[in-house]
């Protein structure tokens, strides 16, 4: 089985910073697309961030320029830097990988359980 593992959230002032993992464990061929995405309460889950396989990434507009996305292969783990938050980041943070448990088994889909990420004074 595969487990995502997020850490690193917690309350934190406008403007401060936090730097979220995610360690993906378990039986694991190859890791594809790995993504962030947050839900904040009474709304929607919503990406916040994607690095895919060849490197790229992909952000959403309203995290442009504050977060960045990396990962470390050899370890199977996708971060989260969060910089210049505000209070309108506050929600739950969820990791997301697209992996292949095995060379034959098809790409899919695995969720971490969230982490808590609070902006406010």
């Known amino acids: 089985q595969v487990q995502l593992v997020e850490s690193g959230g917690g309350l934190v002032q406008p403007g401060g910073s936090l730097r979220l993992s995610c360690a993906a464990s378990g039986s694991i061929f190859r890791v594809n697309t790995m993504s962030w995405y947050r839900q904040a309460p009474g709304k929607q889950r919503e990406l916040v961030a994607q690095t895919y396989s060849s490197g790229s990434t992909n952000y959403a507009d309203s995290v442009k320029g504050r977060f960045t996305i990396s990962r470390d292969n050899a370890k199977n783990t996708v971060y989260l830097r969060m910089n210049s938050l505000k209070p309108e980041d506050t929600a739950v943070y969820y990791c997301?990988?697209?992996?292949?448990?095995?060379?034959?088994?098809?790409?899919?889909?695995?969720w971490g359980q969230g982490t808590q990420v609070t902006v406010s004074s």
């Open positions: 997301h990988g697209i992996l292949q448990t095995y060379p034959s088994s098809p790409l899919a889909n695995y």
